[in-house]
């Protein structure tokens, strides 16, 4: 059975989770504010952590640095918070995903079964020797990238910025993330950068870039690779 930690301070909601959660067999632990949260992610080892950021005690991007300080568990936040600043903060403090309120019951539950999924199937750069697409492949030791037979030349930039994004797939990663990463502290706001080379990566891997199907925009958020 999966263990979920609902941390919310809100009990209508807490009860329309814990409702949803329990009729499709999850065993839910409940945290009203982050003090309590911490404690339980602890002691009780959920499976996955459902994290409102507006909590009475502490902001919830430091129940997210508290609990990666020693897991991995997957967190998704769960964001009356409609800034993408909020959401990347909370993502770049190691959250997995986000959904913002008011959400579908459905909608949570698919994101909540993914993260899920990816905890159980980790994906870590190391362990993956390639990717391989219907459109492209991706050979990661050998640093190539095959597509309709013929070898795609990237620059170094923009293998650094693929590799950033397979390394975790149906994950989104920060524009901040890929920005600090690919070019340095000094960038982090120079999100035009990513426009450009996402663009450039696109036209080299898309089979209709101007409707990628692989490397995704979440506008204003950043990017993601779907498998
Ligand atoms: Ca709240």
Redo the contacts with the bound molecule.
């Keep these: 059975m999966t263990r979920v930690l609902v941390v919310?301070?809100?009990p209508q909601l807490v009860r329309a989770l814990k409702i949803n959660l329990q009729a499709r067999k999850f065993e839910v632990v409940e945290a009203g504010d982050g003090a309590t949260a911490l404690r339980l992610a602890a002691a009780r080892t959920p499976d996955a952590i459902l994290l409102?950021?507006?909590?009475?005690d502490m902001d919830g991007v430091e129940v997210i640095r508290g609990v990666r300080g020693r897991s991995h568990v997957p967190i998704l936040v769960l964001s009356?918070r409609h800034t993408s600043e909020e959401k990347i903060r909370a993502l770049d403090a190691g959250a997995d995903d986000y959904v913002t309120k008011p959400f579908s019951m459905d909608e949570l539950l698919a994101r909540l079964r993914a993260a899920t999924r990816r905890r159980e199937a980790p994906a870590s750069p190391a362990g993956i020797p390639g990717i391989a697409t219907d459109e492209f492949t991706i050979d990661l030791a050998a640093r190539k990238v095959v597509r309709g037979g013929r070898t795609v030349r990237l620059t170094p930039t923009e293998w650094h910025l693929l590799e950033l994004l397979i390394a975790r797939p149906g994950h989104l990663v920060s524009q901040r993330r890929l920005l600090l990463e690919v070019w340095g502290p000094a960038y982090s706001e120079h999100t035009n950068y990513l426009r450009v080379y996402m663009a450039q990566l696109r036209r080299k891997l898309e089979a209709n870039p101007s409707h990628p199907r692989y490397l995704i925009t979440e506008p204003g958020m950043g990017y993601r690779f779907e498998p």
């Design positions: 919310e301070d809100d409102d950021l507006g909590l009475p009356a």
